[in-house]
């Protein structure tokens, strides 16, 4: 496929919500409400269907080479019950990572999707949403009367997910009703109009994942446009959302200032002034393990994603293997030059953190 051709593909994908190429469905899953109405949406659809005793065991997804089954099991969709209720910390972004979806549909080749869902990076739903709630419940009150954060898009794009699942939105609205809960995510998708009148409360921020151009078009194909996830953005605010931006992974290459100087400049006019109030800001340079790398280097070869672990510093992991991040200088002139840019234009925001 041409370049152009490639281009306009992923556009028309983009504008659209995802659809599946295949769900599988755990049994019990259709023992649960959120379980029949994703069956009756995938038959309604047309779209090809199987039963699995778990997910563990679909050994047999199509594809000739292991790059093609890759493929398509990222628009393989699998809907099952979250059976681990214990949930995962997720700093510095939050106290907890809250389970409602694992793996994404988008391609970023940076992903860190890539290594940690392995050898099954398709796109697991779960719908036992009340026994998920009821283990948030005990983590809010083991911390009462401290606030409680629950990050929901450590494990996918939860949002683009939300057409099929109307998961974000309970939890949204459950999150509303806690004294001592709040809930995050963060987007590379723009497909939340369902999300506008959940009663929220004011205690779930949004942010969306920006970046500069570059980085968009090398980096994050079948994502949301740059110009969606922006209007999302002011849609998400007007709806009395708190929002954010997460600049990440931020990337050193050719004309990143020019690059990071123009994302933050277009943030600032695209964005309605009334938006701007209480925005926040996260910072995360790019990383990678060494796991990683290869991984990257056989899904996406033709990648133009520096990886040379020569030119990057070693950061021990807390478990097991650790990351190459950038050099501190590097590190250092990369968060000075973004925050700056961001104070000029949003004198008010937050940065909450560089990582
Ligand atoms: O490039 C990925 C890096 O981004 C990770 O080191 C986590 C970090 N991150 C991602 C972050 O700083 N802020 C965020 O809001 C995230 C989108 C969510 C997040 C994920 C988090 O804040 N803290 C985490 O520990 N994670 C988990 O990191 C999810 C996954 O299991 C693991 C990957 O290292
Ligand atoms: Fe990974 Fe986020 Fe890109 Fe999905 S949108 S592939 S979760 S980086």
Request: aromatic content about 12%; proline content about 5%.
């Amino acid at each position: 496929m041409s370049t152009l051709a490639a281009d306009r593909k992923n556009t028309e994908r983009s504008a659209l919500s995802f659809v599946p190429e295949l769900v599988y469905f755990e049994p019990a899953a259709l023992d649960y409400p959120k379980g029949q109405r994703i069956f009756e949406w995938a038959k309604q659809q047309g779209i090809p269907y199987r039963m699995t005793t778990s997910h563990n065991r679909i050994t047999n997804l199509p594809g000739e080479t292991e790059l093609e089954q890759y493929k398509i099991a990222k628009r393989t969709l699998v809907v099952g019950i979250r059976k681990t209720l214990k949930f995962d910390t997720s700093k510095p972004s939050a106290e907890y990572s809250i389970p409602i979806a694992t793996g994404c549909m988008a391609h970023c080749h940076y992903c860190y999707l890539q290594t940690t869902l392995g050898a099954k990076p398709y796109i697991r739903v779960y719908v036992n949403m009340d026994d998920i709630l009821g283990a948030a419940i005990g983590y809010i009150d083991e911390r009462k009367p401290e606030i409680t954060r629950f990050e929901a898009a450590c494990t996918s794009d939860p949002v683009g997910l939300e057409p099929i699942t109307g998961s974000l939105r309970e939890l949204i609205e459950f999150m509303g009703r806690q004294e001592h809960g709040r809930l995050r995510f963060v987007t590379k998708f723009h497909h939340l109009d369902s999300l506008l009148d959940a009663k929220h409360n004011g205690h779930t921020r949004i942010r969306f994942s920006v970046n500069n151009k570059y980085v968009i078009k090398a980096f994050e194909p079948a994502t949301s446009r740059f110009e969606q996830r922006i209007e999302a953005a002011a849609k998400a605010a007007r709806a009395g959302y708190p929002i954010g931006f997460i600049i990440a992974p931020i990337i050193w290459h050719d004309g990143w200032e020019e690059g990071y100087s123009e994302l933050v400049s277009s943030l600032a006019s695209a964005l309605p002034k009334d938006a701007a109030k209480e925005l926040t800001f996260e910072l995360i340079q790019h990383r990678f393990t060494k796991t990683a790398k290869s991984v990257i280097e056989k899904r996406y070869p033709r990648t133009k994603l520096e990886m040379d672990i020569e030119k990057r510093k070693y950061k021990w992991g807390r478990w097991g293997q650790g990351k190459y991040v950038y050099p501190d200088e590097q590190a250092n002139a990369l968060r000075m030059f973004i925050s700056e840019r961001i104070f000029d234009h949003f004198p008010e925001a937050k940065i909450e953190y560089f990582t």
